[in-house]
């Protein structure tokens, strides 16, 4: 069997910029490769590079350092209009004088594509992107999500063969950014064009994405699907960068089977997979909603923690707990509210912590 053809690839990508007489290096040495019809996300806070690296890709800028492939073809010194990709940006750059209709028609007016092709091809994404009926509106006549899908409709038309989407829902809020991150995962799906997706919003690239680049000061920390990220983060900044984790640092104690037995106070016993020698310093994670509270000490196979509860907070789906531990960490734990509203413990309460012990590993 021969090996797809990423659509994308980054190889070795370095970007630096003269800033007042210093180097900057935006990007320090990013490779990925993007396949054929993925829903891609560049993940990661303001200044990180993501927009960098994008538009490497898109062929706006030019690395100081490494290659950029589409389809196998080195195209780093290609120019943008000759990439076969289309940008969509938060600012949708619409002309306010056109319609719809003549917004998405515009591109293929310009390369004199035949009237009833185009026709065709607008109608037909129109009705994708859902605007059917709204051919004559004018974009000031129309909300802001209805808008971005103009800016959609008017890069899609095109056919490129990969999509670039530059935080393309910062403008909305947060229903209808919620609402558009389905339409938008439909919409890829349907035409099946590639889609590179950069955002500083981890539910955003969480909820929408085949796989996730999670990228922090010019480079990438992972890149995994959703679920890997949220479950199993490679590094501290990413369990920390993605929903909340509660990090701990202890001393092996011992090495119990496959298991380590890591202590933070004298009654706690985390067990994780990993450090191999007893005195080793561990840093390991656990997701909040991992975590049973209990006020009597469990029994089995568990990873247990003792504590006291500094704050109980009750937010609706769930409860959130914050219980101080022995050497002074503070530990998150959400309790859902399935069945039962009740709290668990009160604030002051002495409680026992526990989770499975797959649910914790060492960073
Ligand atoms: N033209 C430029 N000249 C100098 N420095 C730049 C230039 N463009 C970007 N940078 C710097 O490079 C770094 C990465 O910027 P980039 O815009 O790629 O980050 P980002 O992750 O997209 O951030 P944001 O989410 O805020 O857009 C930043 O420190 C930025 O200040």
Redesign the pocket.
């Known amino acids: 069997m021969t090996e797809a053809i990423p659509a994308i690839e980054l190889d070795g990508v370095v ?1 630096e ?3 007042h007489g210093e180097t ?4 320090k040495g990013v490779s990925l490769a993007i396949g054929e019809g993925e829903f891609f996300s ?1 993940l ?12 490497m890709i898109a062929g706006f ?1 030019e690395p100081t350092k490494g290659v950029v492939k589409l389809h196998g073809q080195d195209v780093t010194d290609v120019p943008p209009n000759k990439r076969d990709i289309n940008m969509v940006f938060q600012s949708y750059a619409l002309f306010p004088h056109m319609n719809v209709w003549e917004n998405v028609a515009f591109g293929l007016r310009r390369r004199k594509i035949a009237e009833t092709e185009i026709k065709q091809r607008v109608g037909e994404i129109l009705e994708i992107v859902d605007l059917t009926g709204r051919e004559k509106r004018r974009p000031r006549e129309m909300s802001g999500g209805q808008q971005q899908r103009v800016a959609l409709a008017r890069a899609l038309v095109n056919r490129p063969r990969a999509l670039l989407l ?2 393309p829902l910062g403008a909305l809020d947060l229903k209808l950014r919620q609402l558009m991150q389905i339409e938008l995962k439909r919409i890829q799906r349907e035409v099946g064009i590639t889609f590179v997706y ?3 919003d981890q539910n955003e690239a969480l909820t929408m994405s085949d796989r996730i680049a999670v ?1 922090n000061d ?1 480079l990438v920390e992972q890149l995994a699907g959703p679920r890997e990220i949220y479950e199993r983060p490679a590094t501290k900044f990413v369990a920390g960068f993605i929903g909340t984790s509660n990090l701990l640092s202890g001393t092996v104690d011992s090495i119990n089977g496959s298991a380590a037995v890591v202590r933070l106070g004298a009654e706690d016993r985390i067990l994780v997979a990993g450090p191999s020698a007893a005195g080793e310093t561990v840093d390991l994670t656990v997701r909040p909603e991992k975590i049973t509270i209990s006020t009597e000490q469990p029994e089995g196979e568990l990873s247990v923690v003792r504590g006291t509860v500094n704050e109980v907070v009750y937010l609706g789906t769930y409860n959130s707990y914050a219980v101080g531990l022995a050497d002074g960490a503070e530990i998150m734990v959400f309790q859902q509210n399935a069945n039962d509203s009740s709290v668990t413990a009160e604030r002051g309460d002495t409680v026992w912590l526990s989770w499975q012990p797959q649910h914790s590993y060492a960073l």
């Open positions: 970007k910029y003269l800033s900057v290096q935006a990007v560049l990661g806070p303001s200044g990180c590079g993501k927009t960098t690296t994008m538009r800028e530059d935080e950069v955002t500083h990228m010019g």
